[in-house]
């Protein structure tokens, strides 16, 4: 509704609902009823402006339950042909026909249809022109889906008791270090950790130095202890050897030899002793002939009978194939990486 009227002092154009007119008729009524109606027009438009609602509110339409009928009627409800022949739950466990109309051509709503489609054709809560089911989609087999209508008695469960503690509470511990007393976010160690300054660019490389030195030192150690292990490995065969030859025991013959023979007897055993010697030198020749010398990339190595490659300590190092060295290990290949830049 849309009232518009003019004064030499104020002009309205404004839209008014129809309980606001109502209104304010009323208002003019009772006002027309007490002083009669005023018969001038600028005058009437001013008891018009004055009667009209100030600060008015629509009264509030009253609430229409969605419901149509209660439970009770909804259960004593006769089969309707037109509506969905699928059973519905009330509130209360009690049963009713679904109020949705059915699909053309078929016995159900789209709803209950859907349903149906996914369940080999059964419903939830059954049909309401078929015996009342026990559970939902007569699965017989699953507690879980028994329906609680209102005259069924539902067996609950007992709850699991509590185990009784001893009365004694542990005391809160640190998630981070296990001790009690403070929590993960307070821990000490914690805050050493995020409280350390960070190390600088040159103290990682002066740590990353003496790790390696101390780790080349270490390998140094270890290859002394070998060599002299082999020294004295070697110096032991030496020794068999000799006394197995019989050198080793000039001091320990205790014949006594009359003093005119005593010289004579010396000659002798210097003799013996000089044979052995040469005898051993003669072998240690004959072993150095089937020993050769190679140069390996301006590197001498000493070679055997049998192509392995020795160096200067006579430690095998790799395998001559005729035109290169196979190393034993990446170690060896580094010490003759080094011993060639030293050329």
Same mark, same amino acid.
């Given at each position: ?16 609902? %129809? ?9 003019? $009524? ?23 609602? =100030?600060?008015?509110?629509?009264? $509030?339409?009253?609430? %229409?339950?969605? /419901? ?14 037109? &509506? ?11 049963? #009713? *026909? ?31 022109? #078929?015996?009342?089911?026990? +559970? +939902? ?18 067996? &609950? ?24 007393? +403070? ?18 660019? #040159?103290?990682? $490389? ?9 780790? &080349?030192?270490?390998? *140094? ?6 060599? =002299? ?6 110096? *032991? ?8 030859? /019989? !050198? ?32 051993? @030198? ?8 089937? !020993? ?12 055997? @009978?049998?192509? !392995? ?29 080094? #011993?060639?830049?030293?050329?």
């Amino acid at each position: 509704m849309l009232l518009t009227y003019s004064m030499s002092s104020l002009e309205m154009h404004a839209k008014i609902s %129809v309980a606001e007119a109502i209104q304010w008729l009323e208002n003019a $009524r009772d006002s027309w009823q007490s002083g009669g109606f005023p018969e001038d027009h600028d005058e009437l438009c001013k008891v018009c402006a004055d009667l009209k609602p =100030q600060d008015f509110k629509a009264p $509030r339409k009253p609430r %229409v339950s969605k /419901g149509s009928s209660s439970v009770s009627d909804r259960c004593d409800a006769e089969y309707d042909d037109s &509506k969905c022949d699928a059973a519905v739950w009330l509130k209360g466990g009690f049963r #009713a *026909q679904c109020s949705c109309k059915k699909v053309d051509g078929q016995f159900l709503c789209k709803r209950h249809q859907t349903e149906a489609d996914k369940h080999d054709g059964k419903v939830k809560n059954g049909f309401i022109n #078929a015996e009342r089911p026990t +559970h +939902h989609y007569d699965d017989i087999d699953n507690e879980k889906a028994l329906i609680p209508w209102h005259d069924v008695v539902v067996e &609950k469960k007992p709850k699991k008791e509590k185990k009784s503690s001893s009365g004694v509470k542990k005391p809160r511990c640190c998630g981070n270090c296990g001790q009690p007393g +403070h929590t993960k976010t307070k821990c000490p160690m914690l805050t050493n950790k995020t409280n350390a300054t960070p190390l600088s660019a #040159a103290q990682l $490389r002066e740590m990353l130095a003496a790790a390696e030195s101390a780790e &080349k030192a270490q390998e *140094q150690e270890q290859e002394q202890e070998q060599e =002299q292990e082999q020294e004295q490995e070697q110096e *032991q065969e030496q020794e068999q050897d000799l006394e197995g030859a /019989g !050198v080793g025991d000039l001091d320990t013959d205790t014949t006594l030899i009359p003093d005119s023979s005593l010289k004579d007897h010396r000659e002798s055993q210097l003799e013996k002793t000089m044979s052995l010697i040469s005898n051993v @030198d003669e072998q240690d020749a004959t072993d150095d002939d089937s !020993v050769g010398e190679i140069d390996f990339e301006g590197v001498k190595y000493t070679i055997d @009978d049998e192509n !392995v490659v020795f160096d200067d300590e006579c430690d095998a190092i790799g395998t001559w194939d005729g035109s290169e060295i196979t190393f034993n290990s990446k170690k060896d290949q580094k010490i003759h990486d080094a #011993a060639k830049k030293m050329l």
